[in-house]
């Protein structure tokens, strides 16, 4: 790597990505959506415990870098991911099933 790119790496700005997390309608599964404008999916990074992720993703000056905890326990193992113009999607089972919650209504 040359000097100046180091540089570059660097002095890039760190911005946090917008995340939206939901179970599936059957609560079987997470479904997980990361915005992650301008970048490739050769300059994404996806790692997956049973409790939480991290991302950490890179176009030019940016770098996207993000850990969150899940509500529940999931099996990483069986995670699958997809990217398509800048949106990283990923779905993965929970270790149990979660129960149906109640609609509550709002007045």
């Given at each position: 790597?040359?000097?100046?790119?180091?540089?570059?790496?660097?002095?890039?700005?760190?911005?946090?990505?917008?995340?939206?997390?939901?179970p599936?309608?059957?609560h079987e599964?997470?479904?997980?959506?990361?915005?992650?404008?301008?970048?490739?999916?050769?300059?994404?990074?996806?790692?997956?415990h049973?409790?939480?992720?991290?991302?950490?993703a890179r176009?030019n000056?940016?770098?996207y870098?993000g850990?969150?905890?899940?509500?529940?326990?999931?099996?990483?193992?069986?995670?699958?991911?997809?990217?398509?113009n800048?949106?990283?999607?990923?779905?993965?089972?929970?270790?149990?099933?979660?129960?149906?919650?109640?609609?509550?209504?709002?007045?």
């Amino acid at each position: 790597m040359r000097d100046c790119e180091k540089v570059s790496k660097m002095n890039a700005t760190k911005v946090s990505p917008t995340v939206c997390a939901m179970p599936d309608e059957e609560h079987e599964n997470l479904h997980i959506e990361i915005e992650l404008p301008g970048v490739d999916k050769e300059d994404v990074i996806l790692t997956m415990h049973d409790d939480s992720f991290t991302v950490r993703a890179r176009r030019n000056d940016i770098e996207y870098v993000g850990s969150y905890a899940l509500c529940c326990p999931v099996d990483y193992e069986e995670a699958k991911s997809r990217f398509h113009n800048g949106l990283l999607t990923i779905d993965v089972p929970y270790q149990k099933p979660q129960m149906r919650g109640k609609k509550i209504a709002i007045e």
